[in-house]
């Protein structure tokens, strides 16, 4: 690993210099919550967050986004995508794991160039999480809670210093000109790994089996009456999938002036929980009742994932937990699973191990 060491002392300059040469977002409060937005200088932003109310994919993946303007005589097609370069500072572990999910999805057979234009223009300066971040993170049993990769620059608090670990050259790059960050010394390295190894104590585990059941878990309780019980209380509103980190589906409609001769085709996030997603020809739905609508959910996350990309679809971050209007979480759920499917008696997908503890 390759360490830089800067004083906490001259972190404003740091940020403000990238703010000189970049859009800079990073978790900020606002009414009471945290949320990622544009920074103007050091002030006002948060590192020591508990997690923000909506992940930063919005960077990658916005919640609508033109991809196409057009006439309607056909003589103009564009696509629209431009992004701005934006650096993204002080990401949670568990957004890293949730990205480098997307950077898999959204690269393999036909890769998305909306996404993959987002994905060059962005830097991504992570920090390590000392603490949980609140009552419904599970992120140590889904192996997020700890990053080696998938960022460019990653931040550990050592008290009076911050510690970056270098891991790319957009990342190295961002120090260039700056003579306030130094590299790593044996003494500077040593307080890294005592700060990395005695976090643990801070990170319980909450789930009542290892995460390598949880696919075959899911298969086993793939009729049980938990998904009826679940669905009596859902209110179908969409909350849990608007604030996921991994979640990605979306709506495509064309939007065209009054004139009839321009139009942009616009994607927008979408929600498997919402009624009308399954919604196809002849007006049949094949998810009408909630209890399915429920089931899918934690079968993507706990198995269709794993079973697609060889990724955890889920990473531990409990937002989906924090926003749900019926108190449905996903400990409480995968948890109940465990108990009428007895995990002492399942066998874990080896599949998936490497890739968890990755």
Same mark, same amino acid.
């Given at each position: 690993?390759?360490?830089?060491?800067?004083?906490?002392?001259?972190?404003?300059?740091?940020?403000?210099?990238?703010?000189?040469?970049?859009?800079?977002?990073?978790?900020?409060?606002?009414?009471?919550?945290?949320?990622?937005?544009?920074?103007?200088?050091?002030?006002?932003?948060?590192?020591?967050?508990?997690?923000?109310?909506?992940?930063?994919?919005?960077?990658?993946?916005?919640?609508?986004?033109?991809?196409?303007?057009?006439?309607?005589?056909?003589?103009?097609?564009?696509?629209?995508?431009?992004?701005?370069?934006?650096?993204?500072?002080?990401?949670?572990?568990?957004?890293?794991?949730?990205?480098?999910?997307?950077?898999?999805?959204?690269?393999?057979?036909?890769?998305?160039?909306?996404?993959?234009?987002?994905?060059?223009?962005?830097?991504?300066?992570?920090?390590?999480?000392?603490?949980?971040?609140?009552?419904?993170?599970?992120?140590?049993?889904?192996?997020?809670?700890?990053?080696?990769?998938?960022?460019?620059?990653?931040?550990?608090?050592?008290?009076?210093?911050?510690?970056?670990?270098?891991?790319?050259?957009?990342?190295?790059?961002?120090?260039?000109?700056?003579?306030?960050?130094?590299?790593?010394?044996?003494?500077?390295?040593?307080?890294?790994?005592?700060?990395?190894?005695?976090?643990?104590?801070?990170?319980?585990?909450?789930?009542?089996?290892?995460?390598? &059941?949880?696919?075959? $878990?899911?298969? #086993?309780?793939?009729?049980?009456?938990? =998904? !009826?019980?679940?669905?009596?209380?859902?209110? %179908?509103?969409?909350?849990?999938?608007?604030?996921?980190?991994?979640?990605?589906?979306?709506?495509?409609?064309? &939007?065209?002036?009054? $004139?009839?001769? #321009?139009?942009?085709?616009?994607?927008? =996030? !979408?929600?498997?929980?919402?009624?009308?997603? %399954?919604?196809?020809?002849?007006?049949?739905?094949?998810?009408?009742?909630?209890?399915?609508?429920?089931?899918?959910?934690?079968?993507?996350?706990?198995?269709?994932?794993?079973?697609?990309?060889?990724?955890?679809?889920?990473?531990?971050?409990?937002?989906?937990?924090?926003?749900?209007?019926?108190?449905?979480?996903?400990?409480?759920?995968?948890?109940?699973?465990?108990?009428?499917?007895?995990?002492?008696?399942?066998?874990?997908?080896?599949?998936?191990?490497?890739?968890?503890?990755?």
């Amino acid at each position: 690993m390759n360490f830089k060491i800067m004083p906490k002392s001259a972190f404003a300059d740091w940020v403000d210099r990238l703010i000189g040469s970049y859009r800079v977002v990073g978790p900020k409060r606002k009414h009471g919550q945290y949320v990622f937005d544009e920074l103007r200088g050091v002030e006002g932003l948060e590192l020591h967050y508990p997690t923000s109310v909506l992940p930063p994919k919005k960077y990658l993946v916005p919640q609508k986004e033109v991809l196409l303007n057009y006439h309607l005589d056909g003589s103009r097609l564009e696509i629209a995508s431009k992004p701005e370069p934006t650096v993204i500072l002080g990401i949670h572990t568990c957004d890293i794991h949730a990205l480098k999910l997307f950077d898999r999805i959204f690269s393999q057979g036909f890769t998305d160039q909306h996404y993959q234009a987002h994905r060059d223009s962005v830097i991504l300066v992570s920090i390590e999480c000392l603490e949980m971040c609140g009552p419904n993170a599970y992120c140590r049993d889904m192996g997020t809670a700890s990053a080696t990769e998938g960022f460019d620059l990653h931040m550990i608090d050592l008290g009076d210093v911050y510690a970056f670990n270098i891991g790319s050259q957009k990342g190295a790059d961002l120090f260039k000109g700056f003579r306030q960050a130094f590299d790593a010394i044996d003494t500077d390295v040593d307080q890294i790994n005592h700060v990395l190894a005695t976090k643990w104590d801070n990170f319980p585990y909450r789930l009542d089996f290892d995460v390598h &059941e949880m696919p075959a $878990l899911l298969h #086993e309780s793939f009729n049980s009456t938990l =998904w !009826d019980e679940l669905g009596q209380k859902c209110l %179908a509103c969409g909350s849990c999938t608007q604030v996921c980190p991994t979640c990605y589906c979306f709506d495509v409609t064309d &939007e065209v002036d009054l $004139l009839m001769e #321009e139009g942009q085709r616009v994607r927008r =996030w !979408d929600s498997c929980q919402i009624h009308e997603f %399954a919604m196809v020809a002849g007006g049949h739905n094949f998810r009408e009742r909630l209890a399915l609508r429920q089931r899918h959910r934690f079968m993507r996350k706990g198995k269709y994932q794993m079973d697609a990309y060889n990724m955890v679809g889920c990473v531990g971050c409990g937002r989906c937990a924090s926003a749900c209007l019926a108190g449905i979480t996903p400990i409480d759920v995968m948890n109940e699973l465990c108990a009428r499917q007895q995990c002492s008696e399942l066998e874990p997908f080896a599949s998936v191990v490497a890739e968890v503890a990755a």
